[in-house]
C-alpha cells in the first residue's frame, strides 16, 4: 500500500457529506430520519386500520423492513468510520494500520447486529 496518495482534507469533505446523508442518532434527518418518519407513518396506518389481518402485515413489512435498514445503515456507518480511520492512520504514516482499517471498513458492527 505504500503508493497511497490520498488528500485527507477532500477525504473529510466526501465523509462529512456522507454522513449527513445517513443522518444522526436523534433521527433528525438523512437516512435514519427517513426511518424513524416510515416507523411513525406505519404506527399511524395501523391506528388508522384498526384491523388485526392489516396489523399483522404491517408488524411483518416492519420486521422485515428495519432489519435491512438497520444493516444498510451499519454498512453505511462502518464504511465512513473505516474511511476515517484509515485517513487517521495515513496522515500518521501508519500505511499497514490504514491497510487494515480499510479492509475492515465493510463489516457491520456487532451493536448494529
Do not use: C, K, R
Request: net charge negative; charged share 15%.
Amino acid at each position: 500500500m505504500s503508493d497511497w496518495s490520498i488528500q485527507p482534507a477532500e477525504v473529510n469533505t466526501v465523509l462529512v457529506n456522507v454522513a449527513d446523508h445517513i443522518g444522526d442518532e436523534e433521527g433528525t434527518g438523512g437516512l435514519i430520519g427517513e426511518g424513524v418518519s416510515l416507523g411513525e407513518a406505519l404506527q399511524e396506518m395501523d391506528t388508522a386500520a384498526g384491523s388485526v389481518p392489516i396489523s399483522v402485515a404491517l408488524g411483518e413489512f416492519a420486521a422485515h423492513y428495519f432489519g435491512l435498514f438497520g444493516d444498510a445503515v451499519g454498512l453505511s456507518v462502518s464504511a465512513v468510520s473505516g474511511a476515517a480511520e484509515a485517513t487517521g492512520h495515513y496522515v500518521d504514516g501508519d500505511l499497514e494500520m490504514a491497510a487494515e482499517a480499510q479492509a475492515t471498513a465493510s463489516t457491520i458492527p456487532d451493536s448494529v447486529n
